[in-house]
C-alpha cells in the first residue's frame, strides 16, 4: 500500500469517524428534547442548537423526522430497555409470572415516565411516531400473551383476563397508581394484579 492510499484511506476513517459522532450528537439532542418538551415541541431548529449543529447538518443525516425520532427511539430504549419478557415465560406458574412482570414493569416505569409521559402524550399528534409507537404497542400484546400463557379461564373469562393484564400492563394504569393515587410501587403491582385476579 502506497503512502498516499494510507493517507486517502486515514482520511477517509476520520471523515466517518466525525460523521458518525455528528449523528450520535444529533440523536442525542433529539433524545434530550423529547424528554423535556415532547415530540411535538421538538423543531429541527432545537435538535440543531441543542447538538451545537447547522439545521442543514440534521436533514443532511436525517431528512425525515420518522427517520431521527426512529433513531432517537433506537437509542433512548437501548440504554433504557423495558424489562425482558422473553424471561417472564419460564416463570411456571401465572400467578407468579404476573406478580414478577408488574414488579419489574413497575420498577421500570418509575424512572422511564419522564419519557413516556411526553412520547406517549404526542404520539397521537405526530404522524412520524407511527412506526415506533406501533413497536411499542407490539411488545406490550407480547407481554400480555406471555401473562396470559397457562391461565386456566376460557370463554368470556378469558377474554376479560386479557383485558384485565392490559390494563395492568399500561403506563397509564401505573401513573394513576402510583402518581396520581399515591401508591407504593410493590402495592400498586399487587392491586393491579388483583384485579387480574377476579377479572
Given at each position: 500500500m502506497t503512502t498516499e492510499t494510507k493517507t486517502r484511506t486515514y482520511r477517509k476513517r476520520l471523515r466517518a469517524e466525525k460523521e458518525a459522532e455528528t449523528r450520535r450528537r444529533i440523536t442525542e439532542a433529539a433524545v434530550r428534547l423529547h424528554g423535556s418538551v415532547g415530540p411535538a415541541r421538538t423543531t429541527v431548529k432545537a435538535v440543531a442548537e441543542e447538538a451545537g449543529v447547522q439545521r442543514a447538518t440534521v436533514y443532511s443525516h436525517f431528512p425525515t423526522e420518522?427517520?431521527?425520532?426512529?433513531?432517537?427511539?433506537a437509542h433512548w430504549y437501548s440504554l433504557n430497555p423495558p424489562p425482558d419478557f422473553t424471561a417472564w415465560a419460564a416463570i411456571a406458574d401465572p400467578e407468579e409470572r404476573l406478580h414478577t412482570a408488574l414488579g419489574q414493569l413497575y420498577e421500570w416505569y418509575e424512572w422511564a415516565a419522564p419519557m413516556l409521559d411526553r412520547t406517549l402524550r404526542?404520539?397521537?399528534?405526530?404522524?412520524a411516531m407511527a412506526e415506533a409507537t406501533e413497536a411499542y404497542r407490539h411488545v406490550f400484546e407480547q407481554m400480555a400473551q406471555?401473562?396470559?400463557?397457562g391461565r386456566p379461564e376460557r370463554g368470556r373469562r378469558r377474554d376479560r383476563a386479557r383485558a384485565a393484564i392490559a390494563?395492568?400492563?399500561a403506563f397509564e394504569t401505573w401513573r394513576t397508581l402510583v402518581r396520581e393515587?399515591?401508591?407504593p410501587r410493590d402495592a400498586a403491582a399487587a392491586l393491579a394484579a388483583r384485579a387480574v385476579d377476579v377479572a
Open positions: 420518522s427517520s431521527l425520532f426512529a433513531a432517537c427511539s404526542d404520539a397521537p399528534v405526530v404522524p406471555t401473562l396470559l400463557r390494563l395492568a400492563l393515587q399515591g401508591l
